[in-house]
């Protein structure tokens, strides 16, 4: 399977937000979030990989974004920052405990964010978070389970335990 | 609900500004210029401008017949470029430049010499020099 430009709007649709939502995560910021769409797709759109599956391509994507998200990082432009709640305006929650929720993430430190996110939003188990960023599962776990610890004390009951 | 749930739910209200991926290229093209111009001019190399007229060309060369289409390739990408009478087309060192209205194909290899071909025949253009 290839990605040209024959089908990448297919997968631009389907993996657009997800992509943002890694970049937000990652920075909160939508612009620097954006920033991490557009790298992440025009490497797609550049790429000679040979895709395998649709799973492969999307595991494909979302590796590029983390790792766009570093890349990001040590650009030298300087962007306009919007803050948290004026982006949550722009939000439509549809009652508190989802606001709440989003809140105590973007609260939580950076590394614990990138992990919680790819293991409840995409669905990832431990070891394949764990290739994603390049550190050992024992780490992943331990970052999960202090993220998991940190929901629980600012969500209360709102948050299960796990 | 599941602690899974809850999170995809709050998380899948976030959405790209991109409402397509077409905007991308065309953003990135721009971005890319933009750095090589700033790099250019770091350097302090020559920015050459090129000016056309391009109707007067178009005009001569096709008995008086207007042609409106012009296109512009910049080292193989086409640009989007309005019709009216003159255009500039900026460009650093080394940059290869065509541009087609109508029947009329005219290339520039921006080097240190700049050379200019116009249907197969040498032809004076007005070149300004910036540094």
Known sequence: MNV??????????????????????????????????????????NTNMEFVSEEHIRNWIIRVAVNECKRVTLSSYVKKKVSISEYME???????????????????????????????????????????LGQSETAITTQLARARAKLKIRLQEAWKNE | ??????????????????????????????????????????????????????????????????????????????????????FVVEMDKGDKVVIEDGDIRTEVQAETDVKVKQNGDETEVEIEHEE
């Open chain 1, 4 to 45: 040209d430009r024959n089908n990448i709007e297919e997968y631009f649709d389907r993996y657009r937000d997800h992509v943002f939502a890694i970049g937000y995560n990652y920075f909160k910021n939508p612009i620097e979030a954006d920033d991490v769409v557009q790298e992440t797709f025009l490497k797609l759109l």
């Open chain 1, 90 to 132: 722009t939000l439509t929650f549809e009652n508190p405990e989802e606001s709440d929720l989003f809140l105590a993430v973007m609260a939580l430190p950076k590394k614990y964010r990138q992990v919680i996110h790819l293991f409840y939003y995409e669905g990832y188990a431990v070891k394949e978070i764990a290739e994603i």
């Open chain 2, 1 to 86: 609900m599941s602690n899974r749930e809850k999170y995809t739910d709050a998380f899948s209200k976030l959405h790209s500004g991109y409402a397509s991926v077409w905007e991308i290229s065309g953003i990135t093209h721009n971005r890319k210029r933009g750095l090589r111009m700033r790099k250019t001019m770091a350097v302090l190399a020559c920015l050459i401008v090129l000016t056309f007229a391009v109707s007067g060309i178009a005009y001569a060369a096709t008995d008086g017949q207007i042609i409106n289409a012009v296109k512009v390739w910049i080292n193989g990408e086409e640009q989007v470029v309005n019709t009216d009478e003159q």
